[in-house]
């Protein structure tokens, strides 16, 4: 940490010469980057900022005016604090200096006792020296354990993690497009800082290439933290920033050679990472994953954490939605492509989504979850939801999808609050499921409109749905299994067209006495009357779920 004011002032020099505060007491904490021993009364256009200057009064002995002036001058040149000795020029500090003090909040010290000046600035200049060296010292040691974990194959989560730890407060990494890739907090988990809405609107600037960057410091406005930031460049090719927050010990100008470090730190981390281009993505996954798992938060913190990586979900009506591939010809299903395939496949589909959500005025947060693609999407103005998603989810698909018979099919969930955006997570996962089997050609499946297959695609997850199935319909599989006509699909048309027999045997082909004999075998095997509504009722579920555990989805 820096030498400040208010330890300058405990150096056995300064206590032994007397030293009282007249004003600024509120900013002893400022750091004292060197001392000036300075007696002109132009001094101010010659300081670098965070000087202290010692003087006996001579460049001060003019009129009130100037004097207010030259604190004036020294408080916009950022010079530290000003310590004044008595008995030369000034028997006491002039009212108009401590009062323009005061005003301008500079740290202004008397000295009651003469003291000398060359042993004020050794003392203060070895305490200086001393901690930029234990600062040099832990830089390196900081870089070496950096070093360590690169090696060991540590990602950029994991050392901003490490950073978190290293400075005691928040660190964040963005990237080129100022999406929040990684960041955390001391002992936290990995979280975006509440405060980074309000600190991310603050003015930081640019360098123009990888050689002119260096360590920048962006001052605390209002509610909104200051921070110790650096450009990460890779190839002469600005790939993120990595912010150090103001927000715990915060950090001082000397720090500054830590934050120039781990900069370097991640540079080199995401030159060995061969997704390293991926980094927002994998930030999206890690809260779109956070969110199926219920470890999210209040929606505020879902809003606060999408917000920070481009998604405004607070503004328009919110929709799950859950985007797959399936196989439409071929003897290869997408589901055992190699990793490496799959995985280019989902991340193609996903930007192509983003790209379509964009370019019709929505909002959306889209990652990867398992073998899906889930996005919640912000759906501004009044048209259907269902309208909108359907056409975004069909310009994704046409432009991602460029290997032969495969196809993109989804699931979508109602319209929610953002409380229950979990649970619109599992409503457009379980129809995507129900997309996945089905032999129809719609592209997007919603959950509101499969009917009893909502409930029976929860079911088919466990052993409830088989042994139902298994308990209405094991006499009628096991005849068909070694007689023929086949009976089941007899049924299917039958309860189909609720016991329309004219109906039933158009479908099917056959003539109506034909009709009343195979459905007087239906009854016989099953021992049911096919009329009773009860009955039909069973049985519709049970044909539905055997449709599903076979894997030759019907129609809902």
């Not at 990888?210 to 360590?215: I, K, L, M, N, S």
């Not at 499946?445 to 929860?458: D, K, N, V």
Request: charged share 25%; with cysteine; hydrophobic share 45%.
């Amino acid at each position: 940490m820096p030498l400040t004011i208010g330890e300058v002032l405990e150096l056995e020099p300064l206590r032994s010469a007397g030293a009282r505060v007249l004003a600024g007491a509120a900013n002893l904490g400022r750091p004292v980057r060197w001392v000036h021993v300075a007696e002109l009364p132009d001094i101010a256009h010659l300081l670098e900022g965070g000087e202290l200057l010692l003087t006996t009064g001579l460049g001060m002995a003019g009129e009130a005016n100037a004097r207010r002036r030259y604190i004036d001058e020294l408080a916009d040149a950022g010079a530290s604090g000003v310590i004044v000795e008595l008995g030369r020029t000034f028997d006491a500090v002039p009212p108009e200096l401590v009062d323009a003090a005061v005003a301008r909040g500079l740290p202004l010290v008397s000295l009651e006792h003469e003291t000398r000046f060359v042993e004020v600035t050794e003392v203060v200049h070895r305490e200086i020296l001393s901690r930029q060296y234990d600062l040099l010292d832990r830089a390196e040691r900081v870089s070496r354990q950096l070093a360590e974990e690169i090696l060991g194959g540590a990602d950029v989560a994991t050392l901003v993690a490490r950073l978190a730890s290293v400075f005691g407060t928040e660190v964040v990494f963005e990237d080129a497009a100022r999406r929040v890739v990684a960041a955390c907090g001391p002992g936290a988990d990995d979280d975006t800082p509440a405060v980074w809405d309000s600190h991310a609107l603050l003015v930081h600037g640019h360098s123009s290439d990888g050689t002119a960057g260096g360590v920048h410091r962006v001052r605390p406005f209002a509610r909104a933290p200051g921070c110790t930031w650096v450009d990460i460049w890779i190839r002469r090719e600005r790939w993120g920033r990595l912010h150090v927050l103001d927000t715990g010990l915060g950090t001082g100008d000397v720090d500054e050679l830590l934050v120039d470090r781990a900069g370097a730190a991640l540079a080199l981390a995401m030159l060995s990472e061969k997704d390293a281009a991926h980094l927002a993505e994998r930030a999206s996954d890690a809260l779109i994953g956070a969110i199926v798992a219920g470890r999210h938060g209040s929606p505020a913190d879902i809003f606060r954490r999408a917000k920070s990586l481009g998604a405004v979900l607070d503004e328009g009506r919110l929709v799950a939605a859950a985007l797959d591939v399936r196989q439409t010809h071929g003897e290869r299903s997408v589901h055992h492509l190699a990793d490496d395939d799959r995985l280019e496949t989902l991340r193609a589909l996903a930007a192509a989504l983003r790209s379509s959500v964009a370019e019709r005025g929505c909002s959306a947060l889209v990652g990867t979850s398992g073998d899906r693609v889930i996005a919640i999407v912000a759906v501004p103005g009044t048209r259907p939801v269902g309208l909108v998603l359907d056409e975004l989810v069909e310009t994704a698909s046409a432009r991602a999808i460029r290997r032969s018979g495969v196809e993109v099919v989804a699931g979508a969930s109602a319209a929610g609050a953002p409380d229950t955006l979990q649970r619109a997570i599992e409503e457009a996962t379980v129809a995507v499921g129900f997309a996945r089997e089905a032999n129809d050609t719609r592209r997007v499946h919603h959950f509101s409109e499969l009917g009893t297959f909502q409930l029976l695609l929860r079911l088919a997850e466990g052993p409830e749905l088989s042994r139902f199935v298994d308990s209405e319909l094991r006499p009628l599989l096991e005849r068909d299994g070694a007689l023929r006509p086949r009976l089941v699909p007899t049924l299917r048309a039958y309860l189909k067209h609720a016991g329309r027999k004219a109906d039933a045997a158009r479908e099917l082909g056959i003539q109506r006495r034909t009709l009343y004999q195979r459905i007087a075998r239906v009854e016989a095997v099953l021992g049911r009357d096919v009329d009773d509504q009860s009955t039909r009722t069973r049985l519709t579920l049970a044909l539905q779920g055997l449709d599903l555990l076979s894997g030759r989805n019907g129609h809902p």
